[in-house]
């Protein structure tokens, strides 16, 4: 079963809104990550929120992680065109991050 | 330039056959992953390895091999007995603990 689940399924903005992607998860973790992936290729790597931390900030993206509520946010702020992507979730299976499960992401479109 | 590639891009498989995918890692990561991922989902685990000659099952190992005899190589073998083989396959390599992983750009088996 999936570990973490990505929230909504696809999201459509204008350039310049800021985007909001929710990440709820079932079992306790170590830590979270968000990645990005474009059409077609490989994920890179956004974020890494560990479960002692409530906030990241990376550039234009914060990540917000709840423990008690088993779920994690990501935002981007003042997005752009470049934005457009799947982002996912990954959590580790409180094994320290011998590997990580991934949900089956948040279409991200930003329209010009 | 460091990084993880994958090898080939585009794989056609005829019914019946074995194919080996290619991962090579300049990273000098401990750890590395096979990810399958269907179209519109998110990543699940094929195998992954901590460490030279050692490696686990994941989620999905059925019909697939791998073996690591060198920190840097982690080939997957697509066998006969998986029976749904077409796929996009991604490779990712990390620290053995924590932190993000690196992705490899993907191969894009077909049956044909």
């Known amino acids: 079963s999936q570990q973490g689940e990505e929230d909504p399924q696809a999201l459509s903005i204008q350039e310049g809104e800021n985007a909001t992607m929710n990440c709820s998860y079932k079992?306790?973790?170590?830590?979270l990550q968000w990645y990005r992936q474009n059409s077609g290729r490989g994920l890179v790597h956004l974020i890494l929120i560990r479960s002692n931390e409530r906030e990241k900030h990376s550039g234009r993206l914060r990540v917000t992680l709840d423990t008690s509520k088993k779920s994690s946010s990501l935002l981007i702020t003042a997005s752009r065109a470049a934005d457009t992507a799947s982002y996912f979730c990954a959590t580790d299976r409180g094994n320290y991050g011998q590997n990580f499960v991934f949900g089956p992401g948040t279409r991200l479109s930003v329209l010009p | 330039d460091g990084g993880i590639t994958q090898s080939p891009k585009y794989l056609f498989r005829k019914e019946g056959q074995n194919v080996t995918l290619s991962c090579e890692q300049n990273l000098n990561h401990d750890a590395m992953y096979w990810y399958r991922q269907d179209p519109g989902q998110g990543l699940r685990l094929i195998y992954y390895s901590q460490i030279v000659n050692d490696f686990q099952k994941g989620d999905i190992a059925e019909g697939y091999s791998v073996s690591r005899e060198k920190k840097e190589s982690f080939p997957l073998t697509v066998t006969s007995a998986q029976k749904n083989p077409t796929a996009f396959y991604l490779c990712?390599?990390?620290?053995?603990?924590?932190?993000?992983?690196?992705f490899g750009s993907g191969t894009r088996l077909t049956v044909v």
């Open positions: 079992t306790s973790i170590n830590n």
């Open positions: 990712a390599s990390g620290p053995r603990e924590g932190n993000g992983y690196t």
